[in-house]
């Protein structure tokens, strides 16, 4: 089986003024295949959102290879990169970051605005929401909906290219627990359509769904 994404000798570390720096994450090796949900799990501060900036390719990491089906972003430039990640990766960070000024059907179809694709995924936009259960509130705003929705309408929107990777940050923080469960639901699902899903958590429900984890100090 091919391998989506993968993480050879990772560390991930931050420049201090006058001081050494700030290791987060070291020698991580992650490797995640389609059909395989992976979770990143650690205490707040581990890490976690980190290793998640460095596989989605938004921060490159300080030692070591992020590599997407083989191919080793270091040697690729910021556009390539770009690019790559609107073809094959969704991201989902934990604020979820809809755009208040737009229904949730037209944050949902955002990630179609750059390739002009507005018009052909409309359909695709209003059956994922069918698919996360909010159909309903495609016409509502941000601000109208719950927690969980909003976490429903991100993960729409994320799923909207047909990524082969699906990197989600923390989507259960915050919600109620039929909520959060609803959301592990879908994850699940995207996982058993094949997709390859790394997700960053402490919720315990989510980290014993998942089918590999790496545990940050």
């Not at 205490?43 to 300080?62: C, D, N």
């Not at 969704?90 to 970051?97: E, M, N, T």
Request: aromatic share 2%; with cysteine.
């Amino acid at each position: 089986m091919s391998t989506v994404l993968e993480f050879d000798d990772v560390t991930v570390a931050y420049a201090r003024p006058r001081d050494v720096p700030l290791v987060l994450v070291s020698g991580c090796d992650i490797t995640v295949r389609p059909g395989r949900l992976h979770c990143v799990a650690g205490r707040s501060g581990s890490g976690k959102t980190s290793v998640l900036r460095v596989a989605a390719g938004l921060v490159a990491p300080s030692e070591g290879r992020v590599l997407w089906d083989g191919l080793d972003l270091a040697g690729l430039d910021d556009d390539a990169v770009t690019r790559l990640r609107r073809d094959r990766v969704g991201f989902l960070d934990q604020a979820g970051s809809l755009l208040d000024g737009m229904s949730v059907l037209e944050n949902v179809l955002v990630p179609a605005v750059p390739a002009r694709r507005v018009r052909e995924l409309g359909e695709r936009a209003l059956a994922l929401l069918d698919e996360v259960g909010i159909a309903d509130r495609a016409s509502a705003r941000p601000g109208e909906l719950s927690g969980g929705e909003r976490q429903r309408a991100a993960l729409a929107r994320a799923l909207l290219l047909s990524p082969r990777l699906l990197i989600v940050d923390e989507p259960t923080a915050g919600l109620d627990r039929t909520s959060a469960d609803g959301i592990i639901d879908l994850l699940v699902a995207r996982r058993d359509a094949d997709v390859a899903v790394l997700v960053a958590s402490h919720d315990p429900h989510l980290i014993d769904a998942a089918d590999a984890r790496t545990h940050l100090a």
